[in-house]
């Protein structure tokens, strides 16, 4: 028999006791105990993931879609809910830019980084890019009014108009984005159907319903368990490093929450499938924007502390409103290479500096 060492994901399950001994243990760092739970998280992501298409692969196109549109952003809205339980709402409003940012600027501009180095040019259907970048304008603009609304309304506290005006934007997306799937998924399909250059691809599920099923439901489990760990260090590991909430919440919280987001983008351009990596990371990023957010504000009237609101401070506002801008601008012709992946990754290393070198603002 011989034993395989071959680098895997799956070494990241190690850093689940890890990271529960180093919570309860008492002694150990903050930092330590918050890597470890961030380590941890990854595969757990990666697990969802992969449960969740094995389902889809049982129940055709249009469901399998829902599915993924449901489970697909799992992690991010684990642990965005925790930390509103917890009443970090900064924390919370940068896991949301920070996850759009992540998946828009970051994963895409790897996927072209790659898939162009190994495929030099590659093609994608720009009507599909067309109609995702519609959809991030339309969330920007969800986050742009209540923002300005709080500012010039309510700078020194939050009045009843601005709670109301919070709650029926987040009805409003809500519905835009029940709209959005009835759109992609029932009535124009065909509208994000993929160029011809890719080859049909069917796989058969390797997986049983029942282990599907079990692995999604004992993923979550645990990415609640690790998350609740996470942010429970994370207020004390940014005063050790120097970082704040919101830093925390763009930086580390959304790209350890869309890790295996970003990494099946990353794979599906590296295998010539651009419109499948466009659909994974472009897609998410209208669910956070429409799903996530918005659910978040309803909730925050059962669990937080006190309402959450979409009050986004300036540079926050500005930072996703040039990086959907730029995103836009990089795919409307349907063509990506190498160049267009180092623009992206360059916007986005440009934005992380600036929120890890800015001071608390209020918004």
């Known amino acids: 028999m011989t034993l395989s060492f071959r680098p895997s994901l799956n070494w990241l399950f190690l850093f689940i006791p890890v990271a529960v001994v180093a919570e309860h243990a008492g002694t150990m760092p903050a930092s330590a105990v918050f890597f470890s739970a961030a380590l941890a998280i990854i595969p757990v992501a990666r697990l969802i993931v992969m449960a969740t298409e094995q389902?889809?692969?049982?129940?055709?196109?249009?469901?399998?879609?829902?599915?993924?549109?449901?489970?697909g952003n799992a992690?991010?809205?684990?642990?965005?809910?925790?930390?509103?339980?917890?009443?970090?709402?900064?924390m919370v409003r940068g896991a949301l830019i920070g996850a759009i940012l992540a998946n828009l600027l970051l994963?895409?501009?790897?996927?072209f980084l790659?898939?162009?180095?190994?495929?030099?040019?590659?093609?994608?259907?720009?009507?599909?890019?067309?109609?995702?970048?519609?959809?991030?304008?339309?969330?920007?603009?969800?986050?742009?009014?209540?923002?300005?609304?709080s500012r010039f309304f309510a700078p020194e506290g939050t009045i009843p108009q601005e709670q109301l005006l919070n709650l029926g934007i987040a009805v409003v997306l809500l519905l835009a984005y029940g709209l959005y799937l009835v759109f992609s998924l029932v009535t124009h399909p065909g509208a994000f159907a993929s160029q011809g250059h890719e080859e049909a691809h069917h796989e058969a599920s390797s997986w049983s319903l029942g282990r599907a099923v079990g692995s999604l439901l004992a993923a979550a489990v645990l990415a609640a368990w690790m998350s609740e760990i996470l942010v429970g260090a994370a207020e004390e590991t940014g005063?050790?490093?120097?970082?704040?909430?919101t830093f925390i919440g763009i930086v580390f919280l959304a790209v350890i929450g869309g890790a295996a987001e970003s990494s099946s983008a990353i794979a599906m351009a590296r295998?010539?499938?651009?419109?499948?990596?466009?659909?994974?990371?472009?897609?998410?990023?209208?669910?956070?924007?429409?799903?996530?957010?918005?659910?978040?504000?309803?909730?925050?009237?059962?669990?937080?502390?006190?309402?959450?609101?979409?009050?986004?401070?300036?540079a926050e506002v500005g930072a996703l409103f040039l990086g959907v801008l730029i995103g836009t601008m990089v795919c409307a012709d349907g063509q990506s290479n190498w160049?267009?992946?180092?623009q992206l990754t360059t916007v986005y290393v440009i934005i992380a500096l600036m929120f890890y070198f800015l001071p608390e603002v209020a918004p």
């Open 239 to 245: 005063k050790a490093l120097g970082m704040s909430q």
């Open 114 to 149: 790659l898939g162009g180095f190994r495929h030099h040019d590659q093609q994608f259907n720009p009507a599909a890019a067309r109609a995702y970048g519609t959809m991030m304008l339309l969330a920007v603009i969800s986050l742009i009014v209540p923002s300005a609304f």
């Open 55 to 71: 389902i889809a692969m049982r129940t055709g196109d249009a469901v399998g879609g829902l599915l993924n549109a449901t489970f």
């Open 339 to 342: 160049f267009k992946g180092v």
């Open 75 to 90: 992690p991010e809205l684990i642990i965005t809910f925790v930390a509103l339980k917890a009443g970090y709402l900064d």
């Open 271 to 314: 295998k010539n499938k651009m419109d499948l990596s466009l659909g994974i990371a472009l897609g998410s990023c209208i669910q956070i924007a429409l799903f996530v957010a918005p659910v978040l504000v309803l909730m925050s009237y059962v669990i937080a502390p006190q309402p959450f609101d979409l009050s986004f401070n300036r």
């Open 107 to 111: 994963a895409l501009g790897i996927a």
